[in-house]
């Protein structure tokens, strides 16, 4: 992997741990008290709703690469490999900005 590549996936595994941050700042209260259809619903709940949607599919997408990476790194444990696939799917705003750089950006840039 490159370094512009490792940065851009260090960038991506940031991504996540921002969204989470903007989910609990929104103001939530309009979202479960109307229906996404309903007329009192606000203008910008729709685009709330697929960007929720999206975020989930590309957290599920990053998951499975990091997932991929970790299996297919000869350098970890079976032990510490067990302990981050749980982390990925339990801690993914902490893990994997954390694996990225203790065993991608640390890695020897290859050209």
Request: proline share 7%; charged share 10%; glycine share 4%.
């Amino acid at each position: 992997m490159t370094g512009p590549q490792k940065i851009l996936l260090g960038v991506a595994s940031v991504v996540p741990a921002l969204y989470l941050i903007a989910l609990f700042t929104t103001p939530l209260k309009d979202t479960f008290t109307v229906g996404i259809t309903s007329p009192e619903a606000p203008d910008w709940m729709l685009i709330f709703v697929a960007f929720h949607f999206l975020m989930y599919l590309y957290i599920g997408l990053l998951i499975a690469f990091f997932m991929i990476h970790l299996f297919g790194n000869p350098n970890i444990s079976k032990e510490s490999k067990a302990m981050w696939a749980f982390s990925f799917v339990l801690l993914f705003p902490v893990s994997m900005p954390a694996y990225w750089y203790l065993y991608i950006y640390r890695d020897k840039i290859k050209d």
